[in-house]
């Protein structure tokens, strides 16, 4: 039973471009969590999806960044006309339930590296 | 709004001794906590939960947590620390949308 899977581990983008970031959250899971890591600082809850369904964008800034998680394949969390303040490590985590005492299931993260 | 505060950027201890990484939370309601930790280039693995009943909770690789309701503390604590648990740990409170703390760097030194 694979983990939760992440790609690319590392992405590598100029400022401007796009970038896509997945996750494949473990099998029989349907709940999704993205988070970004700052170098020396926690975790920021970006959105929390479930299929088909955003279920709260509150973390995500409100321009530039969409994630979705369609009914097949994996989520995706897109960052369109990438600045360089959007270097950092993205993290999706998933779980079986939506309950508030769930324990969450991570990925080894995208880091994504703007020049 | 739920919080959760992590004191100490960094903890460092001698391999043998007995391990307290502190965490405390703020939330409505009862509170659902978590400790999770961090290896270099890698994603969060949860080593343990208090969801209710007793306030001294086991986890993995010997670690243990007590819940103080009183104190609004959840520390993370290991009576006998190793050098392979030098790591980053994360408190965080509720799950789901789970608000996390800064983190704290345990160092173990041989």
């Known amino acids: 039973n694979a983990g939760v899977m992440q790609n690319p581990r590392h992405l590598v983008r100029r400022r401007g471009q796009e970038a896509r970031l997945r996750c494949s959250p473990m099998?029989?899971?349907?709940?999704v969590y993205w988070y970004r890591q700052l170098p020396e600082e926690g975790l920021k809850f970006m959105v929390y999806?479930?299929?088909?369904?955003?279920?709260?964008e509150s973390g995500m800034p409100k321009e530039r960044f969409s994630a979705e998680f369609p009914k097949e394949g994996p989520s995706i969390l897109r960052i369109q006309q990438v600045v360089r303040g959007d270097s950092a490590a993205y993290f999706c985590?998933?779980?079986?339930?939506?309950?508030?005492?769930?324990?969450?299931?991570f990925g080894s993260g995208t880091q994504l590296s703007v020049l | 709004a739920q919080s959760v505060a992590q004191p100490e950027d960094q903890v460092n201890v001698a391999e043998g001794n007995p391990l307290t990484v502190k965490c405390t939370y703020s939330?409505?309601?009862?509170?659902?906590l978590f400790w999770y930790v961090q290896y270099p280039n890698r994603g969060l693995q949860f080593l343990l939960k208090y969801i209710t009943g007793d306030n001294l909770v086991k986890g993995s690789y010997g670690f243990e947590a007590e819940f103080n309701k009183s104190q609004t503390s959840f520390h993370l604590k290991k009576p006998s620390a190793l050098v392979s648990d030098s790591a980053l740990y994360f408190c965080?409170?509720?799950?789901?949308?789970?608000?996390f703390g800064d983190g704290t760097t345990l160092t173990v030194k041989p």
């Open positions: 099998k029989g899971h349907s709940h």
């Open positions: 939330v409505s309601g009862n509170p659902y």
């Open positions: 985590a998933s779980s079986h339930d939506a309950a508030t005492n769930e324990k969450l299931f």
């Open positions: 999806l479930q299929k088909e369904n955003i279920i709260d």
């Open positions: 965080a409170v509720n799950a789901g949308k789970s608000t």
